[in-house]
């Protein structure tokens, strides 16, 4: 029987939303697929996407990043430029052959656990259906 | 005792040996202070002579072009082991080039688009009648010179512009070297060196990007105010803005600055921060404007780009070995 | 010192070939008696430019395919934007044209100077038998002279400045674009080009002086040019004016037979009525060759299809040069050599400095031309883009971009003809037939294979060019109507270039 493939997912979740809302999912106790490393910045908009290629690179079968509600951004708009930089980015990997299903972006607030654990499984779950990310050759645009 | 100098090309188009004869009359000068021992389109040293030369023997090879065949890669080892200093010379060279493109598709595409079919498509091995002849291997990708053998510097440009070749020779020849593996050219954006720069509105927020052919462009003004994608905040510069003075758009031949690790994905930042809009339909029609992605991000460094800097991609292993590569 | 070439029992290489462009390898087989059995002229190079331009915007093509050759990126960025035109329907306003042309032929002058001063002419300007480590443009300064060789440089730099102040840049120019330029020209610059262009008249007249001085007054060089071991019959192809004069830019595509009589005369929008592929497998190198005749191996003679492009055979398939200076020396060269066509490949290094002089007095005549500084030189496209053929003569030969594109212009095909491509089968021929000719069962060294690699030279062939990538031929059926418009006969071309009647 074939190990089952366990995708690995590098989460960026925002400081002052996201992040607080995967503590309280904890904190609540909620269960959820173990599958993502969080990485904490302070916000969404910190996201560089050179980070999403590189956690890519360097074995992510997902990259999710995690913001503030439109409008809700600790700095005002840094999340409209995650969301900008985030559109951009995901056309660009598909014409290098990265499933659009890889890269993901959610708004999810600080009161928010249970979307937490609603997006990762949801993501993990996509992901063992995409199976382990392919190497980057071979596909035309 | 002059130094030793090697000029060679791999996957290139000649541009960048064109550009070290646009040294015009400079050139003279740098052919008095230099030997040169190895230039193809220029003398006719042969392989042969080159490869009986002893190792390390020659001071400074500039090698530009991508590599792409084996063929390649032998003479970049070749140019490695006679020389004390390897250069990567030109985009090419240093980041993968425009060739480099052609890692959105592979070798096995190529040959079957170029020659269909056919029975007579070119083989690496070729017996007939007594003879026997031999073709290089198309790699399955093209690869930056630094991922077949160690570089000491890198000559930015496609091609690298005159002063920027001028003061890399200089430098190199001075006795005083540079720090191991730099960029030999300014180290800030594109933008700062603009003639343009003054019209740049402050917070800059594109409304609508549109392809050049689409528009006028005015020739005063800053072209991402204008709604043309410019890769300057994105690009090295060193190149005097020739692009822009041309009225055209930069497209990023300069490389990224050297902070950056993967100017592709620096360049898409670059362009997408100053969008003006906030909502995902207002901000996919914008998108629009700028229908292939991937080709005018990476135009030059595709095969740089992080996701396929991996060792299991490449032909080189993780200890500098040939590795066995596990696509073919 | 530099050794002989190693010989490998009966094997002799000759590899890097050198002076030229791109990469290149020369194979001699030999036989017992030292006889060449068999040559063969290997380029192994290729980089899949046709393949990996699909999903490009077509608007970046007039950048992208130049980077298919540095030492002529001009020729592929001019041909890329006349696609363009085509592709989206648009004419260019008569300044961008003139425009167009003006920065052509300034850019025609310079590469052709590049060739015969640095890279195929030390063959004559030094000696083709003269030590390696002087063949090449340092032996030129010995040759001709220091002074002579800084008026080379000197003139190539002022050409390529008015290049770089119209077009941005000399390597890799950005100023293509579908209808017309991205900017207008200044009166500065145009004074500018009118200096320079004079310049440039002048100094292709001293070229064409040399050329007499060294070569022609030579009697070694003579008998090597008029030598049967560099001499072909086969058709000659190029661009020719409404007059029948060598064209550049524009015109219709001339083809002649190697018996001097008109075989084709046509809009070049249709040059897949007339050239077709072949490939072997020891090169990455195609051999184009005239489809309607069909492929027979590298065979010379009017059964053939093989034919010949660059200078030799613009001048051998026009009828004039369409100024005064050139058309003068257009004269001289064929009472020279004996009428038309001339065979001779050799003779190609002259033929290629009357383009020069052409080329010289055409930038000179758009300089003065009033409507040069015309600010309008865009005109926007409207219509959607869908399929584009754009055709010049770069200095290696006749070039060709075919684009096919989907209704937001990125480019779903392209098919290039790329000059030094044309030459393949007729460079093939040569290099084995001065193979024979001066190899075989003679003390060999390393000058008679400089010779060999002369041959070559002659063509001055783009090899990096001529391996952008080229896919099979477009299968294609032509019908042949008699004047009263009903179909005689048709034929059928499949993308393996094989042509049948049905």
């Known amino acids: 029987m074939p190990e089952e493939f366990e995708p690995r997912v590098v989460a960026f979740f925002c400081n002052w939303c996201t992040y607080l809302a995967a503590d309280l999912a904890g904190t609540s106790r909620l269960k959820y697929a173990p599958n993502a490393r969080i990485i904490r910045v302070m916000c969404s908009g910190r996201v560089d996407p050179q980070f999403v290629l590189e956690a890519l690179a360097e074995g992510a079968d997902g990259v999710l990043i995690g913001g503030c509600h439109p409008g809700d951004c600790h700095y005002q708009s840094g999340n409209y430029k995650a969301l900008r930089r985030f559109l951009l980015l995901r056309r660009m990997v598909v014409q290098l052959g990265i499933e659009p299903e890889r890269v993901h972006l959610e708004w999810i607030s600080a009161a928010e656990g249970d979307r937490v654990r609603a997006v990762i499984d949801k993501m993990v779950a996509d992901l063992k259906r995409l199976g382990p990310r392919r190497p980057v050759l071979g596909v035309a645009s | 005792m002059k130094p030793k100098v090697a000029f060679y090309w791999c996957a290139s188009c000649g541009g960048c040996e064109e550009a070290v ?99 007579t498509m070119p083989q690496t091995e070729y017996r007939e009648d007594g003879v026997s002849l031999a073709l290089p291997e198309l790699f399955d990708q093209v690869l930056p010179l630094d991922r077949v053998v160690p570089v000491e510097y890198y000559v930015p440009g496609c ?144 095969p740089s780009c992080s996701l396929t800097r991996k060792p299991e991609y490449t032909h080189v292993g993780r200890n500098g070995k040939p590795a066995e590569s596990n696509h073919h | 010192m530099l050794a002989a070439t190693e010989n490998q029992q009966n094997r002799i290489t000759i590899e890097p070939v050198t002076r030229l462009e791109g990469h290149g390898r020369i194979e001699l087989f030999l036989d017992a008696a030292g006889h060449v059995e068999h040559a063969y002229f290997q380029v192994p190079e290729l980089r899949g430019f046709e393949k990996f331009v699909q999903g490009r915007p077509a608007e970046d093509m007039p950048q992208i395919t130049s980077r298919i050759c540095g030492v002529c990126p001009m020729a592929h960025h001019m041909a890329a934007t006349k696609a363009l035109d085509n592709l989206y329907q648009v004419t260019p306003p008569p300044a961008a044209r003139k425009i167009r042309e003006l920065i052509y032929h300034a850019f025609l002058v310079e590469d052709h100077a590049l060739h015969f001063y640095f890279l195929g002419g030390p063959d004559f300007l030094v000696g083709p038998g003269a030590p390696a480590a002087q063949r090449n443009l340092l032996g030129v300064i010995d040759r001709v002279g220091a002074e002579t060789v800084r008026r080379v440089i000197a003139v190539r730099r002022k050409l390529r400045e008015v290049v770089e102040a119209v077009a941005g840049k000399a390597i890799h120019p950005v100023f293509g674009l579908p209808g017309g330029v991205a900017k207008p020209v200044t009166e500065e610059q145009a004074r500018q080009a009118q200096a320079v262009s004079e310049e440039a008249v002048q100094f292709a007249t001293f070229t064409l002086e040399i050329f007499e001085k060294l070569v022609l007054a030579n009697p070694d060089y003579q008998s090597l040019i008029r030598s049967d071991a560099f001499a072909h019959q086969t058709y000659y192809m190029g661009l020719v004016d409404e007059q029948n004069h060598v064209a550049f830019y524009d015109g219709a595509l001339r083809i002649l037979a190697p018996d001097g009589h008109e075989w084709a005369r046509s809009d070049p929008q249709r040059y897949q009525d007339y050239i077709a592929e072949h490939a072997e497998p020891w090169s990455y190198m195609k051999f184009c060759h005239l489809g309607p005749l069909g492929w027979h191996g590298l065979e010379e003679g009017p059964d053939s299809g093989i034919y010949c492009v660059a200078p030799l055979a613009r001048l051998n398939a026009s009828e004039g040069m369409a100024t005064p200076m050139a058309g003068e020396a257009y004269l001289k060269f064929f009472g020279a050599m004996g009428g038309k066509p001339v065979h001779h490949t050799l003779a190609t290094h002259w033929a290629r400095i009357i383009e020069m002089l052409y080329a010289a ?50 480019i779903t095909k392209a098919n290039l003809i790329v000059a030094t491509q044309n030459n393949a089968a007729r460079i093939a021929m040569s290099i084995e037939k001065a193979a024979r000719s001066l190899v075989s069962g ?51 071309r499949d993308s393996d270039g094989t042509v049948r009647r049905e």
């Open chain 2, 159 to 302: 091609p690298p512009t005159p002063n920027i070749i001028q003061s890399a020779i200089g430098a190199l020849l001075s006795g005083l070297a540079p720090v191991r593996g730099s960029v030999l050219a300014p180290d800030h954006a594109l933008c700062e060196e603009c003639p343009r720069k003054a019209t740049r509105p402050v917070d800059l927020a594109i409304e609508r990007l549109r392809q050049v052919h689409e528009q006028l462009i005015d020739s005063e003004t800053c072209l991402l105010a204008q709604g043309v994608p410019c890769l300057g905040p994105a690009t090295r510069a060193g190149c005097g803005t020739r692009c822009i003075r041309g009225n055209m758009p930069c497209t990023g031949c300069f490389g990224p600055t050297g902070r950056v690790r993967d100017y592709g994905g620096k360049a898409l930042s670059a362009i997408a921060s100053i969008l003006s809009a906030d909502e995902e339909q207002e901000i996919g029609r914008i998108l629009e404007g700028l229908p292939d992605p991937a080709g005018t991000l990476y135009r030059y460094s595709l």
């Open chain 3, 361 to 410: 007095e055409r930038m000179r005549e758009l300089s003065h031309d009033p409507e040069i500084t015309d600010p309008k030189v865009r005109t926007i496209p409207t219509a959607t883009p869908r399929e584009g053929i754009g055709v010049v003569e770069a200095p290696r030969g006749t070039l060709i971009h075919h684009y096919q594109s989907d209704e937001r212009g990125l």
């Open chain 3, 442 to 492: 003679r003390h060999v060294d390393e000058g008679i294979l400089n010779m060999v690699e002369m041959a070559l030279r002659a063509y001055d062939p783009c090899l990096g060019c001529a391996t952008h990538s080229l896919p099979g031929g477009m299968p294609l059926r032509v019908d042949v109507h008699c004047q009263e418009g009903t179909v005689i006969a048709t034929l059928r």
């Open chain 2, 21 to 119: 004869l646009d040294l015009y009359e400079d050139l003279l000068a740098v052919l008095d202070a230099i030997e040169i021992v190895f230039w193809p389109v220029a003398l006719d040293f042969k392989e042969h002579d080159f490869a009986a030369m002893p190792e390390g023997s020659v001071d400074i090879a500039f090698v530009n072009g991508a590599i792409r065949t084996s063929d390649q890669k032998h003479m970049a080892t070749l140019l490695r082991e006679k020389a004390k200093v390897v250069v990567a010379f030109g985009a090419c060279a240093q980041l993968g080039g425009i060739p480099g493109l052609a890692n959105l598709t592979t070798a096995e595409e190529i040959l079957h688009d170029v020659y269909g079919d056919a029975a």
